[in-house]
């Protein structure tokens, strides 16, 4: 894994997504040395001074932290399924005026589906904060006016590209 140009005198380089668990397990049970010629595995460190206890500890933390890494690779799919279900359920909401408008429009068979168009489409963060309109007595020069603007861009940096523009452009009337 080493590249051969060196960034230090020691360091160790785990990649989770090339250790099989046997793999992951060897790090208990092996040699540093054999483990050094696995490709999931580089370290190298000074073992002056380390006792046993300490060795056994720094592995136990290696080995935690790889298979926590390896847990979080497989879940990766499903909670990225999940983050989507919830965002479009929000933008469902959020069309239909809340829960109680989207039971009534159900009711009526007139569900607004969410739009498509990514200028109207907005982050779970954007729909935990709907404002979009800058406080209209808060003019240039004002104190205030800065960290206005610095809060709006901080809300605008969870959202895509065309709906940033069309905030900017519609919302807060200023032309980019």
């Not at 092996?30 to 696995?38: A, E, G, H």
Request: hydrophobic residues 45%; charged residues 25%.
């Amino acid at each position: 894994m080493a590249t051969g140009e060196e960034f230090c005198e020691n360091y160790l380089v785990v990649n989770a997504k090339e250790a099989s668990l046997y793999d992951t397990a060897c790090i208990l049970m092996r040699s540093t040395t054999f483990l050094n010629t696995k490709k999931f595995y580089d370290e190298q460190s000074e073992h002056v001074g380390r006792s046993i206890c300490e060795d056994i500890l720094r592995r136990l933390v290696i080995f935690a932290s790889i298979l926590i890494q390896k847990i979080l690779i497989w879940i990766e799919k499903p909670v990225a399924l999940i983050g989507a279900t919830i965002e479009i359920w929000l933008n469902l909401l959020s069309s239909n005026g809340g829960f109680f408008g989207l039971l009534i429009n159900h009711i009526r068979g007139k569900v607004v589906m969410p739009e498509e168009s990514p200028e109207k489409f907005v982050s779970f963060i954007g729909e935990l904060d709907d404002r979009l309109k800058l406080d209209a007595t808060i003019i240039k020069g004002d104190g205030r006016y800065n960290s206005s603007i610095s809060m709006m861009a901080a809300k605008l940096s969870y959202e895509n590209e065309a709906f940033v523009k069309a905030a900017i452009q519609d919302q807060m009337k200023v032309s980019c």
